[in-house]
């Protein structure tokens, strides 16, 4: 609304509702919006965490180790467990997301949202068998 | 289930109270009758002073948005006997500032909506004798969703990022203006591009998704501000890697 518009008689003045700060609060899905885009801290924090590990490999044996002990401590074992709920959260909550803005044609007919979905839940079970195999050496 | 209803109508007039007043009044509830009777009957029986906008009845118009118990919807298409045994509580749509009782200001919707020039527009039109711009079935479903907006600004009503920053251009124009990109005979969204990639255009959405869940139209607003998204971070990566055209 143009905030300089003059009141007039038949505009004495209007009400402006103020938004709460808490406004996420009211309803689930705007907490699950919030608790979406906040959990990409989280997948920040597994970058970090994997560069530290690239770190301690490049410096050798003895700072491996030392990363390795300090991987196993309580806390960042738990900050690792949180990190890794909101990292499942956010992939689950953006494959969700992600039919709406990409749109597949083939041929005349554009793929249905299940397809797209399907698809990458298939993207990232492939993605995890190559880590897996790559861990295990199978 | 009970016959009759309470409605708890949120009142405010302007020259009277700087806040606003709940009313209640309690009205007939048969099992067709939609929130905007129950309001019908207040003006007509029971408090004639009572302001609210509607006009169609049949979710055409868009005039009728309110927030019903909490939510935005069009009180033509939202039956008391859902809330039995009440109350029902009807506020006026948020994020807009109110005039009277349950009417909102929407003239900065008006406003931005003109902006993204929500027509066809033509470089160069063709002579009358050339006929009409033909449209296949397929070119037409590739905008028909878009095109069933009704204007009712319930989408505006439920995006926080509208009420916490006004200046949003929002929802239903960015739909709108999807819906002239996508129709065939349309040369215009170069222009529109300049008025969306404004920091307040479809950048301003963080895709809380809320506009497509209110939407009733099924619109899914929210879908034609992440296919925009898309569409822009495409096209300024070829003006980066190819900048003399691919």
């Not at chain 2, 708890?8 to 067709?32: G, I, L, M, N, W």
């Not at chain 2, 479809?202 to 879908?223: L, R, S």
């Amino acid at each position: 609304m143009d905030q300089n518009h003059a009141y007039t008689a038949y505009h004495p003045r209007w009400l402006r509702p103020h938004v709460s700060t808490y406004w996420w609060l009211e309803k689930p899905a705007y907490l699950a919006f919030i608790l979406r885009e906040g959990s990409c801290m989280f997948v920040a924090w597994f970058t970090v965490y994997l560069l530290l590990l690239l770190r301690a490999i490049q410096q050798g044996q003895a700072a491996y180790e030392a990363f390795l002990a300090w991987s196993a401590g309580p806390v960042v074992v738990l900050v690792n467990i949180v990190s890794f709920a909101f990292l499942i959260f956010h992939a689950i909550t953006f494959f969700q997301a992600a039919p709406q803005a990409m749109v597949v044609h083939v041929g005349h007919r554009r793929l249905p949202a299940r397809v797209l979905l399907a698809a990458h839940y298939a993207a990232w079970a492939a993605a995890s068998i190559v880590v897996f195999w790559l861990l295990t050496g199978a | 289930m009970g016959d009759r209803i309470t409605l708890q109508v949120a009142r405010y007039r302007p020259e009277q109270e700087s806040e606003a007043t709940y009313d209640e009044f309690e009205v007939p509830c048969p099992k067709d009758w939609v929130v905007l009777d129950g309001l019908n009957h207040v003006k007509d029986r029971l408090d004639g002073t009572l302001a609210y906008r509607w006009s169609c009845r049949m979710g055409i118009c868009g005039s009728c948005g309110m927030t019903v118990n909490g939510e935005p919807k069009l009180t033509c298409a939202t039956f008391l006997s859902e809330y039995a045994p009440g109350p029902v509580r009807v506020e006026p749509l948020r994020n807009f500032p109110v005039i009277r009782d349950l009417i909102v200001d929407i003239g900065d919707f008006m406003r931005k909506l003109v902006r993204v020039k929500p027509w066809i527009v033509r470089q160069v039109e063709k002579p009358l004798s050339a006929g009409e711009y033909l449209q296949t079935p397929d070119e037409l479903e590739e905008y028909k969703q878009f095109s069933m907006c009704i204007n009712c600004m319930l989408c505006y009503a439920a995006c926080p990022i509208y009420g916490l920053d006004p200046k949003f251009i929002g929802p239903a124009v960015i739909a709108l203006a999807q819906r002239y990109n996508l129709d065939n005979r349309d040369q215009g969204a170069a222009a529109r591009m300049e008025v969306l990639s404004e920091h307040e255009g479809i950048w301003g959405c963080t895709f809380v998704g809320e506009c497509t869940k209110v939407c009733p139209k099924h619109v899914d607003p929210a879908g034609a501000i992440q296919r925009y998204k898309l569409s822009a971070a495409v096209d300024s990566m070829k003006s980066f890697f190819l900048p003399r055209g691919a």
